[in-house]
Each structure stands twice: as structure tokens, then as C-alpha cells.
């Protein structure tokens, strides 16, 4: 199963889009998945349902730091940016609402999270999100560690 794979699973079994990207990568952190999951919660709905930079390429961002302690702020500002430009040129944006509202999901900023049933997963792109950022991710940490 593809990190991609494993991101979509999480998405669709409760998780938010960056708990569902840094969960894929649970074992490369070394991070027990209750850590994972409170380290990233905050991160959802582009920042707290802020709707600004997609979560899912947040949660790439924070298993990247975890991923590579030895690495100094800048080798880690350059993969997050190569993450996130990877993702928009997929993409279009990495900031959640443009990717919901191009995809035709009302944007709203109240800190509820919305109910979690067919309907909400039948609407977004969130699943196909976390998949995109989950894969760009793995190539990226592929990349590193062959250098």
C-alpha cells in the first residue's frame, strides 16, 4: 500500500487531512499514533478551519521535521516548499479554500467540524488530497535519503 493509499484510508476512516498525512508516516517519525494525531489536530480545515494552506501539505510539513531531525531550518523550508509546489502544480492551490471552493464545497470558517457521512466525503477532493500529498511526500523522503 502506497503512502498515498494509507493517507486516504485515514482521511476517510475520521482523520483530518494533515493527521491523515503524518499518520501515513508514522514509522518514519517514530511518533505513536496518539502523539501523530494530537501534534496535527489543530492543523485540519487549512489551519483550524481557517481555510488556509491545505492541511494535508501541513501534516506533510510536521512529519518532514520529524522525519529529519538532523536537518537544519532551511533544508527543512526547502522540502516543505518543494512539497507545496509539487502539490499546487497538481493541484491548482494549496490553500483549502480555494482547492474546496474550485471544487464546488462551501468554505465557511466556524470552528465546527462538520459531520463526518457519505455525503461530506462524496463532495470534497480532501480524500484525493491527502493521497496526492502522502505520494509527493514519499517521493520526497525517497529522494533524501538516497542522497
Known amino acids: 500500500m502506497t503512502k498515498g493509499e494509507k493517507a486516504?484510508?485515514?482521511f476517510l476512516n475520521g482523520c483530518n487531512c494533515a493527521?491523515?498525512?503524518?499518520?501515513?508516516?508514522r514509522e518514519e517519525t517514530g511518533l505513536d499514533e496518539q502523539s501523530l494525531l494530537r501534534a496535527t489536530v489543530a492543523?485540519?480545515?487549512g489551519l483550524g478551519r481557517l481555510r488556509e494552506t491545505c492541511g494535508a501539505v501541513s501534516g506533510g510539513a510536521v512529519a518532514l521535521g520529524l522525519i529529519f531531525p538532523e536537518k537544519d531550518k532551511s533544508e527543512i523550508y526547502a522540502l516543505v516548499q518543494e512539497l507545496a509546489l509539487c502539490f499546487r502544480t497538481?493541484?491548482?492551490?494549496?490553500r483549502c479554500g480555494e482547492l474546496l471552493s474550485g471544487a464546488g464545497v462551501r468554505t465557511d470558517t466556524a470552528p465546527q467540524a462538520e459531520t463526518r457521512n457519505a455525503a461530506y466525503y462524496k463532495k470534497r477532493p480532501c480524500p484525493d488530497l491527502v493521497s496526492d500529498a502522502?505520494?509527493?511526500l514519499e517521493g520526497i523522503v525517497r529522494e533524501q535519503k538516497q542522497t
Open 43 to 45: 492543523l485540519g480545515g
Open 90 to 94: 497538481q493541484n491548482g492551490s494549496y
Open 134 to 136: 502522502a505520494d509527493i
Open 8 to 10: 486516504k484510508q485515514y
Open 19 to 25: 493527521q491523515a498525512v503524518a499518520l501515513a508516516f
